[in-house]
């Protein structure tokens, strides 16, 4: 029926060319009805900020011929608009130098013309006169010409989908699509992100749709069978692309609620911190900064909950005036310990942190007005951000570097979950209405993750949540990738146990967007045998000669690779802020394995499984290899090596036939040894010996001698123990000797008395080991609990570059393998050292691991 509405097959035989045809219209009439479906505030906004890319839409309402208007342009400035000027080791040959002139005056014209056109709307009027003829339509023609675009786009769409091209023809499919991404990946704004999401589907399903339709030997069960298994794991992958792209494309970026001036409608609050088997020092600091929030005293009640029953809380608990609340039992873990804790008090709101987060002075006043305006609203969250670096970012020396393991979540995922009305509760670093939280019959106790289980509830009962991405409580992450891969184990079980019991696929009480968000949320974590199958994939046809993907070698490439790379655009373009490229298989290639059991038997049996605690503040005297953890990892590298060695026997004595794809197979054995590599490095444990972890910061400060000299400077890194300071002039001070630092916290100074344990230059380290209770609480107050303590944290990241990070994945899989050489025994180093010449020359070009010279465990200190 399509074929005689256009005449597809007559164009396709003649001219080939209905592929790139196909995909111009579908995308335009996407775009057009997205456009028409956007509010016009949200366009406002949106181009207001944009002005100097689109000057002459700024500042009123879209029109039906904007998509078009906005590619052309953006295109326009993409192509001429001059690059930023590089410096040059090379002369400039004289006609490049007459082409620059040339591209320059022709910039210069086309700037001068865009300058001229029409500048933002003046006025409300004007917008108003802008959408006067989309309101002319009325709502059955506004209906009726979305549904009939979006039906068109729709139809277009499929014929992409399904059609079977010519390797010329999807040749021209994959240029035509990759340039188009390339154009506008740059290009600010959300239209351009929805483009490449558009571009990024297209590709991805006509991919999974080849591959179920033309890539299955259905005549050999063995290559049937692997092929099978490999298309499964593909068709997850598939779908949580796809639905990350629903959760993920339009972020929130909620706002705090002002609160009334009227201090008296404050609501009350109490704040409870659990805790289990924690040091005592862990959990001081957060007491301190609890009790310095800026929230009416006689609103705010503080209570430590101590499930470990120890009398030294119960004396710290008295002399810090706060509560504490034990229990006889330690049924259900923390969930159990919070239900315990609701009969015992009384505040409307209930603020929740674990026992190593410390939160900011300010974080009850952003988190609270919502509670005020919106009677359903039972839950605001914010970041879990941690000032330690995790067992990745410490063993490979990028801490504050690049974006960690849980920046993606609370960076991205959970603003997309707010736009749905999704935010998940995370068990800490959250407020909830007390009311709300009685009204499902307490926190859930039937899973190990009781965070997750008790939002979903929530959700269900009609109550609203609300999320909000700004730093205001800062903890430690986990100290080895041991205790870092437990602590998975326990989410991805708690997420299959509660995608087992209380799906929220089925069920009522959830919108559709609700129901996609809570569903990628626990079919994120069934991805290890998925991940074990990629890793293991090619070993299929090189050791078992089964075709899993049987096709063409060349026409094998021309699908999976736009699928690979538009799936990298994109999410470079969505993500990037919060997770670099590629780095996403690393973090899985290191889980996979230890999640891939719990989460099967939480599928089939979900009361399976115990609440384990993470352990936090453990100490590491010397760099080690973790053997054990390593263990899956040595087994995969020595599979692919394997796999690896039967490629080059194929190659010698195999038929010419399979050169090519013997040739493809073993470029995916080498891309999975290094992904593997990649993990090993991580298995490398770096020494941690200090007991506080010290901040890096610049705030103005001073010191005082004892003769009374006072010298200004910088402090520039803290801890729970002491403090670093750079004076603005050098001073030679005697180790041990008495100093005093002076810090502000509003318009206050406040003065704490030390000892000197370090002096170089104008660099002094100060011991703070002799403070009063009372002055404890001011140094936390002045340092954790500032109210802009995390707000800088991600300033320093070095920004996405999809090809850049995938030639630094290589180089850190090359550099786990070395490092890995250098804990073998030295007799295992003798045979293996020619070949990992090249792998030490690799290890050049990554940072640096840290030193392993010996540091004090109280102190910290900057290096000269």
């Given at each position: 029926?399509?074929?005689?509405?256009?005449?597809?097959?007559?164009?396709?035989?003649?001219?080939?060319?209905?592929?790139?045809?196909?995909?111009?219209?579908?995308?335009?009439?996407?775009?057009?009805?997205?456009?028409?479906?956007?509010?016009?505030?949200?366009?406002?906004?949106?181009?207001?900020?944009?002005?100097?890319?689109?000057?002459?839409?700024?500042?009123?309402?879209?029109?039906?011929?904007?998509?078009?208007?906005?590619?052309?342009?953006?295109?326009?400035?993409?192509?001429?608009?001059?690059?930023?000027?590089?410096?040059?080791?090379?002369?400039?040959?004289?006609?490049?130098?007459?082409?620059?002139?040339?591209?320059?005056?022709?910039?210069?014209?086309?700037?001068?013309?865009?300058?001229?056109?029409?500048?933002?709307?003046?006025?409300?009027?004007?917008?108003?006169?802008?959408?006067?003829?989309?309101?002319?339509?009325?709502?059955?023609?506004?209906?009726?010409?979305?549904?009939?675009?979006?039906?068109?786009?729709?139809?277009?769409?499929?014929?992409?989908?399904?059609?079977?091209?010519?390797?010329?023809?999807?040749?021209?499919?994959?240029?035509?699509?990759?340039?188009?991404?390339?154009?506008?990946?740059?290009?600010?704004?959300?239209?351009?992100?929805?483009?490449?999401?558009?571009?990024?589907?297209?590709?991805?399903?006509?991919?999974?749709?080849?591959?179920?339709?033309?890539?299955?030997?259905?005549?050999?069960?063995?290559?049937?069978?692997?092929?099978?298994?490999?298309?499964?794991?593909?068709?997850?992958?598939?779908?949580?692309?796809?639905?990350?792209?629903?959760?993920?494309?339009?972020?929130?970026?909620?706002?705090?609620?002002?609160?009334?001036?009227?201090?008296?409608?404050?609501?009350?609050?109490?704040?409870?911190?659990?805790?289990?088997?924690?040091?005592?020092?862990?959990?001081?600091?957060?007491?301190?900064?609890?009790?310095?929030?800026?929230?009416?005293?006689?609103?705010?009640?503080?209570?430590?909950?101590?499930?470990?029953?120890?009398?030294?809380?119960?004396?710290?608990?008295?002399?810090?005036?706060?509560?504490?609340?034990?229990?006889?039992?330690?049924?259900?873990?923390?969930?159990?310990?919070?239900?315990?804790?609701?009969?015992?008090?009384?505040?409307?709101?209930?603020?929740?942190?674990?026992?190593?987060?410390?939160?900011?002075?300010?974080?009850?006043?952003?988190?609270?007005?919502?509670?005020?305006?919106?009677?359903?609203?039972?839950?605001?969250?914010?970041?879990?951000?941690?000032?330690?670096?995790?067992?990745?970012?410490?063993?490979?020396?990028?801490?504050?570097?690049?974006?960690?393991?849980?920046?993606?979540?609370?960076?991205?995922?959970?603003?997309?979950?707010?736009?749905?009305?999704?935010?998940?509760?995370?068990?800490?670093?959250?407020?909830?209405?007390?009311?709300?939280?009685?009204?499902?019959?307490?926190?859930?106790?039937?899973?190990?993750?009781?965070?997750?289980?008790?939002?979903?509830?929530?959700?269900?009962?009609?109550?609203?949540?609300?999320?909000?991405?700004?730093?205001?409580?800062?903890?430690?992450?986990?100290?080895?990738?041991?205790?870092?891969?437990?602590?998975?184990?326990?989410?991805?079980?708690?997420?299959?146990?509660?995608?087992?019991?209380?799906?929220?696929?089925?069920?009522?009480?959830?919108?559709?967007?609700?129901?996609?968000?809570?569903?990628?949320?626990?079919?994120?974590?069934?991805?290890?045998?998925?991940?074990?199958?990629?890793?293991?994939?090619?070993?299929?046809?090189?050791?078992?000669?089964?075709?899993?993907?049987?096709?063409?070698?060349?026409?094998?490439?021309?699908?999976?690779?736009?699928?690979?790379?538009?799936?990298?655009?994109?999410?470079?373009?969505?993500?990037?802020?919060?997770?670099?490229?590629?780095?996403?298989?690393?973090?899985?290639?290191?889980?996979?394995?230890?999640?891939?059991?719990?989460?099967?038997?939480?599928?089939?049996?979900?009361?399976?499984?115990?609440?384990?605690?993470t352990a936090k503040g453990g100490?590491?005297?010397?760099?080690?290899?973790?053997?054990?953890?390593?263990?899956?990892?040595?087994?995969?590298?020595?599979?692919?090596?394997?796999?690896?060695?039967?490629?080059?026997?194929?190659?010698?004595?195999?038929?010419?036939?399979?050169?090519?794809?013997?040739?493809?197979?073993?470029?995916?054995?080498?891309?999975?040894?290094?992904?593997?590599?990649?993990?090993?490095?991580?298995?490398?444990?770096?020494?941690?010996?200090?007991?506080?972890?010290?901040?890096?910061?610049?705030?103005?400060?001073?010191?005082?001698?004892?003769?009374?000299?006072?010298?200004?400077?910088?402090?520039?890194?803290?801890?729970?123990?002491?403090?670093?300071?750079?004076?603005?002039?050098?001073?030679?001070?005697p180790i041990g000797g008495r100093?005093?630092?002076?810090?502000?916290?509003?318009?206050?100074e406040f003065l704490f008395h030390?000892?000197?344990?370090?002096?170089?230059?104008?660099?002094?380290?100060?011991?703070?080991?002799?403070?009063?209770?009372?002055?404890?609480?001011?140094?936390?107050?002045?340092?954790?609990?500032?109210?802009?303590?995390?707000?800088?944290?991600?300033?320093?990241?070095?920004?996405?570059?999809?090809?850049?990070?995938?030639?630094?994945?290589?180089?850190?899989?090359?550099?786990?393998?070395?490092?890995?050489?250098?804990?073998?025994?030295?007799?295992?180093?003798?045979?293996?050292?020619?070949?990992?010449?090249?792998?030490?020359?690799?290890?050049?070009?990554?940072?640096?691991?840290?030193?392993?010279?010996?540091?004090?465990?109280?102190?910290?200190?900057?290096?000269?």
């Open positions: 029926m399509i074929a005689r509405i256009f005449p597809y097959t007559r164009l396709r035989q003649r001219y080939d060319c209905a592929p790139p045809v196909a995909l111009l219209l579908s995308t335009l009439c996407v775009l057009a009805w997205v456009c028409l479906r956007l509010e016009a505030s949200h366009w406002r906004n949106l181009l207001d900020q944009r002005h100097r890319w689109y000057p002459q839409v700024a500042g009123r309402a879209p029109r039906l011929g904007d998509p078009l208007r906005y590619l052309v342009q953006s295109l326009w400035l993409l192509l001429v608009k001059p690059p930023r000027p590089r410096a040059r080791t090379w002369a400039t040959p004289p006609w490049i130098k007459g082409v620059g002139a040339v591209y320059l005056r022709l910039w210069s014209r086309v700037g001068g013309a865009l300058e001229e056109l029409p500048q933002r709307a003046e006025n409300s009027q004007q917008i108003r006169q802008s959408t006067r003829w989309w309101k002319g339509l009325g709502r059955r023609w506004q209906r009726i010409l979305n549904l009939s675009v979006g039906t068109a786009a729709l139809l277009l769409t499929l014929l992409c989908i399904t059609e079977p091209f010519s390797y010329a023809a999807q040749s021209v499919f994959v240029l035509l699509l990759w340039a188009s991404a390339m154009l506008v990946r740059k290009v600010p704004g959300r239209f351009p992100t929805l483009l490449m999401v558009v571009l990024s589907v297209i590709v991805s399903c006509r991919y999974l749709w080849w591959r179920y339709t033309a890539t299955l030997n259905w005549n050999q069960p063995l290559d049937l069978a692997c092929g099978t298994i490999l298309l499964v794991a593909e068709t997850y992958s598939w779908l949580v692309l796809i639905v990350g792209y629903i959760q993920t494309c339009w972020p929130l970026n909620r706002k705090p609620k002002p609160l009334p001036r009227d201090i008296s409608l404050w609501p009350s609050v109490d704040l409870l911190i659990p805790t289990y088997n924690e040091d005592l020092s862990i959990v001081r600091s957060t007491v301190y900064a609890a009790m310095g929030l800026d929230w009416p005293a006689d609103k705010l009640n503080i209570y430590i909950l101590d499930d470990g029953k120890r009398e030294s809380f119960r004396q710290f608990a008295a002399e810090a005036g706060v509560g504490y609340i034990a229990r006889t039992d330690n049924r259900h873990a923390k969930a159990g310990n919070l239900n315990h804790a609701l009969k015992l008090i009384s505040g409307e709101l209930i603020a929740i942190f674990d026992c190593d987060h410390v939160p900011v002075r300010s974080f009850l006043q952003l988190t609270t007005g919502g509670f005020l305006s919106d009677p359903k609203l039972a839950l605001v969250q914010t970041p879990h951000h941690f000032l330690s670096p995790d067992p990745f970012e410490r063993n490979l020396n990028v801490f504050r570097v690049r974006p960690n393991e849980g920046e993606l979540f609370y960076g991205l995922v959970q603003d997309g979950n707010d736009m749905w009305n999704a935010a998940f509760f995370c068990g800490s670093c959250a407020v909830l209405r007390r009311t709300a939280i009685e009204a499902i019959g307490g926190f859930a106790v039937e899973t190990v993750t009781e965070d997750a289980h008790t939002a979903l509830r929530l959700h269900r009962q009609g109550w609203n949540s609300a999320y909000i991405k700004i730093p205001q409580a800062a903890g430690l992450a986990t100290e080895s990738l041991s205790a870092h891969i437990g602590q998975r184990i326990r989410w991805a079980r708690g997420m299959a146990q509660i995608f087992r019991t209380d799906n929220p696929l089925l069920g009522r009480g959830l919108t559709f967007f609700q129901r996609v968000c809570y569903a990628n949320a626990m079919i994120h974590f069934l991805a290890g045998l998925p991940r074990l199958v990629f890793l293991t994939a090619p070993l299929a046809f090189l050791l078992l000669h089964a075709y899993i993907i049987y096709a063409p070698a060349a026409m094998i490439l021309l699908y999976v690779m736009p699928h690979m790379i538009h799936a990298s655009l994109t999410n470079s373009r969505m993500q990037g802020q919060y997770r670099h490229t590629f780095w996403g298989e690393v973090y899985e290639t290191v889980l996979a394995w230890y999640i891939a059991r719990p989460t099967t038997v939480a599928l089939f049996n979900p009361k399976k499984g115990k609440f384990n605690v100490l590491m005297a010397d760099n080690q290899f973790d053997w054990k953890i390593a263990q899956p990892y040595l087994l995969l590298a020595l599979l692919n090596v394997a796999g690896l060695g039967f490629a080059i026997w194929r190659l010698r004595y195999g038929p010419e036939t399979e050169i090519f794809t013997v040739l493809v197979s073993s470029l995916w054995v080498i891309y999975n040894m290094l992904i593997v590599g990649a993990a090993v490095a991580v298995a490398a444990e770096v020494r941690q010996v200090r007991e506080t972890h010290r901040v890096q910061v610049k705030l103005p400060a001073a010191v005082r001698l004892e003769d009374g000299h006072c010298y200004p400077g910088m402090l520039v890194d803290y801890s729970d123990g002491g403090a670093g300071i750079e004076l603005d002039t050098p001073v030679s001070l100093i005093s630092l002076l810090l502000q916290r509003g318009d206050r030390g000892h000197v344990g370090r002096s170089h230059q104008n660099l002094i380290g100060i011991r703070l080991h002799a403070l009063t209770g009372q002055q404890k609480i001011d140094f936390v107050q002045c340092t954790f609990a500032r109210a802009d303590a995390w707000l800088d944290w991600g300033e320093n990241f070095t920004p996405d570059r999809p090809l850049q990070s995938f030639m630094d994945i290589l180089k850190l899989g090359a550099v786990g393998y070395y490092r890995l050489y250098e804990y073998l025994p030295n007799w295992v180093r003798r045979i293996a050292g020619p070949p990992l010449h090249l792998l030490r020359w690799l290890a050049s070009f990554l940072p640096r691991r840290p030193a392993a010279t010996p540091i004090s465990t109280s102190l910290p200190v900057s290096a000269p």
